[in-house]
T-cell receptor, first 109, second 114 residues
């Protein structure tokens, strides 16, 4: 399985943008890049996913490097509710999600 | 549209007992997957159902079983409970099988085995 590397933790001030990086240097051509997050005591929550082009939705933006070996999840204005563990995952025809350790995002009021 | 619901939310059982957990997917979703989450092992895949058929199964003993009904609701059962079965059990639904499409998770059932 292609693996991802994320920083263990990051901090952001409330109402400021947050850029969460993910390295996936062994990504295959068919791997989609998914981001999920998990708030304390809750189930994981889908955030966004993409293949090659940058993607935007109401929650976040996903910027994918041209060589696809890295990507960045962008939260445009961090709120306290965004404090969570963020997981970057690669999927290619898989039937299961495999979460790594993720990045624990702390939002400072 | 209502999200994925799981019942019960919390459960305390003793070793040797059995337990049944329920999951109602988002309306229109026919694929349901179950996961076990523990601090030590992280998220581990249990099984995936689509149109009442188990499509994939994770590496768990036969004490763990599941089924899906014609309305896409799913149940999982754990027999002869062990202390190590204490975990958060998560259900995820999606329109189609596999994980390329977004998965919508329920809040989970917190099972404690004493």
């Amino acid at each position: 399985d292609a693996k991802t590397t994320q920083p263990n933790s990051m901090e952001s001030n409330e109402e400021e943008p947050v850029h969460l990086p993910c390295n996936h240097s062994t990504i295959s051509g068919t791997d989609y890049i998914h981001w999920y997050r998990q708030l304390p005591s809750q189930g994981p929550e889908y955030v966004i996913h993409g293949l090659t082009s940058n993607v935007n939705n109401r929650m976040a933006s996903l910027a994918i490097a041209e060589d696809r070996k890295s990507s960045t999840l962008i939260l445009h204005r961090a709120t306290l509710r965004d404090a969570a563990v963020y997981y970057c995952i690669l999927t290619a025809g898989s039937y299961q999600l495999t979460f790594g350790k993720g990045t624990k995002l702390s939002v400072i009021p | 549209k209502a999200g994925v619901t799981q019942t019960p939310r919390y459960l305390i059982k003793t070793r040797g007992q059995q337990v049944t957990l329920s999951c109602s997917p988002i309306s229109g979703h026919r694929s349901v997957s179950w996961y076990q989450q523990t601090p030590g092992q992280g998220l581990q895949f249990l099984f995936e159902y689509f149109s009442e058929t188990q499509r994939n199964k994770g590496n768990f003993p036969g004490r763990f079983s599941g089924r899906q009904f014609s309305n896409s609701r799913s149940e999982m059962n754990v027999s002869t409970l062990e202390l190590g079965d204490s975990a958060l059990y998560l259900c995820a639904s999606s329109l189609v099988p596999g994980v390329v499409d977004e998965q919508y998770f329920g809040p989970g059932t917190r099972l404690t085995v004493t």
